[in-house]
């Protein structure tokens, strides 16, 4: 057997040895764990940072619990004991008022209660034996800061006034609220009655989406038919009417719960509710409340971050193509972005330069990572502060390599070596 035919020879044993041992090796595969580590992800940060025009301070306040929050968002852009138990007198009342709005119609008609009508405090009124509209006494109710409505209404829904704070209670935790807890309609002073200037204003926001409830609240007087009386009430609002921008929502006063104002103002597109909590005196409620609504909308302007979002998306994705490694597949991943339905947030003028965009990525993929999986994380900051978040997601499935893949890898390597 001359040289050239026991070249020839090896050569073929080698290329079915090698193409047998590929298509083995793809049957066996040992396959991978993705794991979410930092060893294993891709890195990306990018800060845009920026000088700034100063700020005024926030401003000193006396009241014992107060926030203010972005409507849009829940954002906090103010607090003090935010988030501290607290008694809340008659700003009880605003859930009061939309656990009835969703559960009764207004032309309905409630009979009044001796219970209803002869209970103390600040009250509308009504008698024993009256039959009321639902919506006067949802007007009594807020704007004159009614008892007796508060018990009539909580009668005509649910029966007695412990089932409908039953009801009260349930939509709180619906809500998400997890430190408050209604022991009446009204909000006299209960041990067992209390919620924080935090979750009250989440409350508020809640309530305000309902058109009706924010029709009634914005109410700076109205007259309302009592039986054969006709009375004419005003909102004990004081910010109502006479801050701009104020169009809601609700006093209160105890002896524990000190003097208590919800209010709801918007200028331009920045909508806020600010919460003040355990004040001693009605002109320190009203001065706190006034002063946290003007630095809020002194200080704070509304961003859009889409944009910014989509540009560092954009860079890391081409950044990741050419760092990502993928076992056992030559295919290019998609990646997705989760959409979220909102991208303006509320921030303070002075850090409307300084943002911080972080992306991290799992860079160990496998063909058998499947499609639509969460592979990693965007965030966003603003002076350090989390503002946005979401995830990143594998929009295809990765194929394996085939057999000819390793076939042809043989060829082009054994025939490289040949001309070395």
Same mark, same amino acid.
Request: hydrophobic letters at 35%; glycine letters at 4%.
């Given at each position: ?29 040992? *396959?991978?764990?993705? *794991? ?23 401003? &000193? ?13 829940? /954002? ?20 009061? !008022?939309? @656990? =009835? ?10 009979? =009044? ?69 209604? /022991?009446?309609?009204?909000?006299? &002073? ?55 921008? @104020?169009?809601? @929502? ?5 002896? #524990?719960?000190?003097? !208590? ?13 600010? =919460? =003040? ?12 409340? @006034? #002063? ?61 330069? &300084? ?5 991290? !990525? ?6 058998? /990572? ?51």
């Amino acid at each position: 057997m001359n040289l050239k035919k026991l070249i020839t020879i090896i050569i073929i044993f080698l290329l079915a040895f090698f193409t047998f041992f590929a298509n083995f090796y793809i049957v066996l595969g040992d *396959e991978i764990e993705i *794991e979410n580590s930092e060893d294993n992800n891709i890195y990306y940060d990018t800060t845009v940072s920026q000088s700034s025009t100063s700020a005024s301070s926030e401003p &000193d306040t006396n009241s014992k619990h107060i926030v203010a929050i972005d409507r849009l968002t829940n /954002t906090i852009l103010y607090e003090k004991n935010a988030k501290e138990k607290t008694p809340m007198a008659s700003t009880t009342k605003i859930m009061t !008022c939309i @656990v =009835v709005l969703e559960n009764c119609n207004l032309n309905d008609t409630a009979i =009044v209660s001796k219970k209803a009508s002869s209970i103390h405090g600040s009250t509308l009124g009504i008698k024993e034996g009256m039959a009321i509209s639902i919506e006067s006494l949802l007007y009594g109710l807020m704007l004159r800061s009614g008892n007796d409505c508060a018990i009539a209404l909580a009668e005509h829904i649910s029966g007695s006034v412990e089932n409908f704070c039953q009801k009260m209670n349930e939509k709180a935790k619906s809500l998400g609220l997890s430190n408050t807890n209604f /022991t009446s309609p009204h909000g006299l &002073d209960d041990d067992a009655h209390y919620t924080t200037a935090y979750e009250l204003a989440l409350i508020t926001n809640y309530a305000l989406s309902n058109s009706t409830f924010r029709k009634i609240v914005s109410t700076k007087n109205i007259t309302l038919s009592l039986g054969s009386s006709i009375i004419s009430i005003n909102n004990t609002n004081e910010l109502l009417g006479n801050l701009e921008g @104020v169009y809601g @929502v609700k006093t209160g006063f105890t002896f #524990n719960a000190g003097r !208590c104002l919800v209010s709801s103002c918007k200028r331009k597109d920045l909508d806020i509710i600010v =919460v =003040v909590l355990g004040a001693d005196t009605k002109s320190i409620r009203t001065k706190d409340s @006034v #002063n946290i609504i003007n630095y809020i909308f002194n200080n704070y302007k509304l961003i859009n971050i889409k944009e910014k979002i989509t540009a560092s998306f954009k860079n890391y994705y081409d950044y990741y193509t050419k760092n990502v490694s993928i076992h056992k597949s030559t295919d290019i991943p998609i990646l997705e972005l989760e959409e979220k339905q909102n991208y303006i947030f509320p921030i303070l003028i002075k850090n409307e330069a &300084d943002f911080n965009i972080k992306i991290n !990525c799992i860079h160990k993929l496998s063909y058998n /990572t499947p499609a639509n999986s969460q592979i990693g994380t965007l965030s966003v900051y603003n002076s350090d502060k989390l503002l946005y978040s979401t995830n990143i997601f594998l929009k295809n499935s990765l194929s394996k390599k085939s057999v000819s893949y390793y076939f042809e890898y043989i060829l082009k390597n054994y025939f490289s070596l040949m001309y070395i």
